[in-house]
């Protein structure tokens, strides 16, 4: 059985930096993309970013440039540094790991106060 535990997540004010880790534990063969997904309340979850075997990365739109995603294929970890964070970053932050199956993170909390 593999568990995703993600963490990182807290209270910073405008402008601030966050970083998220996410890691894997069970069994874990070949992992495919890697993901962060947000979800803000009253909203759907949302993708922010995205990470490729190859280290193809995709951001959406609203983090691009001020966020990073990154892997670590050894020990199975993902990161997303979060800088120069705005109140709309405000989510609960999961990340997703694609191993043939879908498998998510519970959540760590994102608040970014102004």
């Known amino acids: 059985q593999v568990k995703l535990v993600d963490s990182g997540g807290g209270l910073v004010q405008v402008g601030g930096s966050l970083r998220l880790s996410c890691a894997a534990s069970?069994?874990?063969?070949?992992?495919?993309?890697m993901g962060w997904y947000r979800q803000a309340p009253g909203k759907q979850r949302e993708l922010v970013a995205t990470?490729?075997?190859?280290?193809?990365?995709y951001y959406a739109d609203s983090v691009k440039g001020r966020f990073t995603i990154s892997r670590d294929d050894v020990d199975n970890t993902l990161w997303l540094q979060m800088d120069n964070l705005k109140p709309e970053d405000t989510a609960v932050y999961y990340c997703?790991?694609?191993?043939?199956?879908?498998?998510w993170g519970q959540g760590t909390q994102v608040t970014v106060s102004s």
């Open positions: 997703r790991y694609d191993l043939g199956r879908i498998f």
């Open positions: 069970g069994s874990i063969s070949d992992i495919n993309n």
């Open positions: 990470i490729t075997s190859t280290g193809d990365t």
